[in-house]
């Protein structure tokens, strides 16, 4: 999962804040709503608006790589996946900042 991960957030037009919504979800304990995220990115890259954060999160669940129940996303359940995706978010940041 982490060369796939890697590779799409590389793919995308804002690598570095699709990296801090995943690094994000891990500070937060594995899971947190839109807000949540949005204060912990922002804490992380400056200020990011909360729509922006919503549409990388909505992006990430319809990839498969975040789940959504309710209002609260959450990183996989499943420990390797869930690893990997941390790991692949970590990697992307060193790359881009």
């Known amino acids: 999962m982490r060369k796939e991960v890697k590779d799409f957030i590389l793919g995308t037009q804002s690598p570095e804040r699709y990296s801090a919504a995943i690094l994000a979800l891990d500070r937060l304990g594995g899971k947190g709503s839109v807000a949540d995220v949005t204060k912990v990115v922002s804490s992380i890259l400056g200020n990011v608006p909360e729509p922006r954060i919503y549409e990388i999160l ?21 420990e390797p996946d869930r690893k990997g ?12 900042t």
């Open 85 to 96: 995706l941390v790991l692949a978010a970590k990697d992307v940041m060193s790359l881009v």
């Open 58 to 78: 909505n992006r990430l669940v319809n990839m498969g790589f975040i789940e959504k129940e309710n209002e609260e996303y959450s990183l996989p359940k499943d």
